[in-house]
């Protein structure tokens, strides 16, 4: 199983990104999909997350700029981010709680990280 991210980036403050993240591989199902971002001097913390069902939850700063969504045809997950701060400037990795077949327990799986500057 492996997590590919898409969509970092430079872009001015106020500015947009879609970040996208696919799963692929052997995959019987997805349980929470979620993003997190980590800077150089913080630890990584969790941005937004999407459950199966499609219920959300956002770190507070973040929340009302950006939405979380996956397509489970697809085994994607999206984060758009709208009205962008520098303080947003990151490195952004996907994760996925998946299960490869329905005997084996859920595995928690990263992706490489996409880089998303904010300029101000």
């Known amino acids: 199983v492996q997590l590919q991210a898409f969509g970092g980036g430079l872009v001015q403050a106020g500015g947009s990104l879609r970040l996208s993240c696919v799963a692929s591989g052997t995959i019987s199902s997805i349980n929470f999909m979620a993003w997190y971002r980590q800077t150089p001097r913080n630890q990584r913390e969790l941005v937004a997350q999407?459950?199966?069902?499609?219920?959300?939850n956002y770190a507070d700063s973040v929340k009302g700029r950006s939405t979380i969504s996956r397509d489970n045809a697809k085994n994607t997950v999206y984060l758009q981010m709208d009205s962008l701060e520098p303080e947003d400037t990151a490195a952004y990795y996907c994760?996925?709680?998946?299960?490869?077949?329905?005997?084996?327990?859920?595995?928690?799986?990263w992706g490489q990280g996409t880089l998303v500057t904010v300029s101000s």
């Open positions: 999407v459950g199966s069902g499609g219920d959300t």
């Open positions: 994760y996925a709680q998946i299960r490869q077949n329905r005997y084996l327990p859920y595995r928690n799986y």
